[in-house]
């Protein structure tokens, strides 16, 4: 009886002492969940550019790939080129235009050929030889990422440079006005410029439009010529220069002509057919080849039937740079050409 009683003792002190532990565990637990530890402060928030790739750089991720279509094909250019290597003189701007320079350029090894203002930008260029020749080993050392050749000069080539670097074929050489502008277009978007390109663009549209008000209902006829020393040879309709006059407003006297119709670029003319057509205003492209006196003048002009010509009598008979006026084709060359056209030709103000 008495052993019974302190049995039933004994199990009252063992469920008590459960239900004192088991209280302290859930009191436990309890002042866990009220008191969480701190949750540690956010990451810094990424730039949007580094959001959109998943890393942590600020720097604006690599473009993607783009295919270029220009005259020989199609191209494919990994993120946004650097070193860049042109194979015509036209092509300098166009980078330029963009905020970018050449690494490497064809300059026939006569750096004057490039005009001066382009020249001191893109200063420590590297020569890659002669523009209708350019030397395949230089261009592979520079290891490029971007060609720009063109396609009349290059076509020969063009699969060998395609080996050194993804090569864009674009008409410079014998191109147009219009395909100058196409042109530039194309080597914006190649290099992942084509916004910055486009602003380029739509400011040359709108001067060349205000020049065209101006010059609304002006028909002169105008030729270009260039060397005159043995015989003297007329930039056809289809040249640079020339359909860049034509669009201001000029009648180019080579405009559907028949007789020199079929010429790409130069016609070979004699002083009997140039007086035949006899334009209203000559324009002289001179450069260093040229004979000249010391006043300035060639020797065709003490011809007497140069004598003969209407713009020789009206002084309508001006003298550009050739380096400007022919080999810088491109937007900012024909910005040069609109310049001098406004303040000179048409005198303009």
Same mark, same amino acid.
Not at 146 to 168: F, G, Q
Not at 288 to 313: F, T, Y
Not at 322 to 346: C, F, H, P
């Given at each position: 009886?008495?052993?019974?009683?302190?049995?039933?003792?004994?199990?009252?002190?063992?469920?008590?002492?459960?239900?004192?532990?088991?209280?302290?565990?859930?009191?436990?637990?309890?002042?866990?969940?009220?008191?969480?530890?701190?949750?540690?402060?956010?990451?810094?928030?990424?730039?949007?550019?580094?959001?959109?790739?998943?890393?942590?750089?600020?720097?604006?991720?690599?473009?993607?790939?783009?295919?270029?279509?220009?005259?020989?094909?199609?191209?494919?250019?990994?993120?946004?080129?650097?070193?860049?290597?042109?194979?015509?003189?036209?092509?300098?701007?166009?980078?330029?235009?963009?905020?970018?320079?050449?690494?490497?350029?064809?300059?026939?090894?006569?750096?004057?050929?490039?005009?001066?203002?382009?020249?001191?930008?893109?200063?420590?260029?590297?020569?890659?030889?002669?523009?209708?020749?350019?030397?395949?080993?230089?261009?592979?050392?520079?290891?490029?990422? +971007?060609? *720009?050749?063109? $396609? =009349?000069?290059?076509?020969? !080539?063009?699969?060998?440079?395609?080996?050194?670097?993804?090569? @864009? %074929?674009?008409?410079?050489?014998?191109?147009?006005?219009?395909?100058?502008?196409?042109?530039?277009?194309?080597?914006?978007?190649?290099?992942?410029?084509?916004?910055?390109?486009?602003?380029?663009?739509?400011?040359?549209?709108?001067?060349?439009?205000?020049?065209?008000?101006?010059?609304?209902?002006?028909?002169?006829?105008? +030729?270009? *010529?260039?060397? $005159? =020393?043995?015989?003297?040879? !007329?930039?056809?309709?289809?040249?640079?220069?020339?359909?860049? @006059? %034509?669009?201001?407003?000029?009648?180019?006297?080579?405009?559907?002509?028949?007789?020199?119709?079929?010429?790409?670029?130069?016609?070979?003319?004699?002083?009997?057919?140039?007086?035949?057509?006899?334009?209203?205003?000559?324009?002289?492209?001179?450069?260093?080849?040229?004979?000249?006196?010391?006043?300035?003048?060639?020797?065709?002009?003490?011809?007497?039937?140069?004598?003969?010509?209407?713009?020789?009598?009206?002084?309508?008979?001006?003298?550009?740079?050739?380096?400007?006026?022919?080999?810088?084709?491109?937007?900012?060359?024909?910005?040069?050409?609109?310049?001098?056209?406004?303040?000179?030709?048409?005198?303009?103000?």
């Amino acid at each position: 009886m008495r052993y019974g009683k302190q049995l039933g003792i004994a199990i009252t002190y063992v469920m008590m002492a459960v239900l004192i532990l088991a209280c302290g565990s859930t009191g436990s637990n309890q002042a866990s969940g009220s008191n969480p530890a701190p949750t540690p402060p956010p990451a810094s928030t990424p730039t949007s550019d580094s959001a959109a790739s998943g890393t942590k750089e600020t720097t604006a991720a690599p473009q993607g790939n783009r295919i270029i279509k220009h005259d020989l094909g199609e191209t494919t250019i990994q993120g946004t080129p650097q070193r860049i290597v042109v194979l015509e003189l036209g092509f300098i701007d166009a980078l330029l235009d963009v905020g970018l320079k050449p690494l490497g350029v064809a300059d026939d090894n006569k750096p004057n050929l490039i005009v001066e203002d382009a020249l001191k930008k893109i200063e420590g260029y590297t020569a890659v030889g002669m523009r209708a020749q350019p030397s395949l080993e230089k261009i592979k050392v520079l290891n490029p990422d +971007l060609i *720009i050749a063109d $396609t =009349d000069r290059h076509k020969n !080539v063009y699969a060998e440079l395609s080996k050194i670097a993804p090569t @864009l %074929s674009l008409k410079n050489l014998n191109a147009n006005y219009q395909e100058t502008l196409d042109a530039a277009a194309t080597i914006g978007i190649a290099v992942g410029k084509k916004s910055e390109m486009d602003k380029v663009l739509e400011t040359h549209k709108a001067k060349l439009k205000a020049l065209q008000s101006k010059a609304a209902g002006i028909k002169k006829s105008v +030729l270009l *010529i260039g060397n $005159t =020393d043995t015989e003297m040879t !007329v930039r056809h309709a289809e040249f640079f220069s020339s359909q860049l @006059l %034509s669009t201001i407003g000029f009648n180019y006297l080579l405009n559907n002509n028949s007789k020199f119709g079929t010429v790409d670029r130069n016609v070979k003319m004699t002083i009997e057919q140039l007086l035949e057509l006899d334009p209203d205003i000559v324009i002289l492209m001179s450069g260093d080849i040229d004979k000249k006196d010391k006043d300035g003048n060639r020797p065709v002009h003490k011809d007497p039937l140069w004598q003969e010509l209407k713009a020789v009598k009206t002084k309508q008979m001006f003298d550009v740079d050739r380096y400007a006026w022919s080999l810088r084709r491109s937007v900012q060359g024909a910005n040069v050409m609109l310049d001098q056209t406004e303040k000179e030709i048409l005198k303009l103000k």
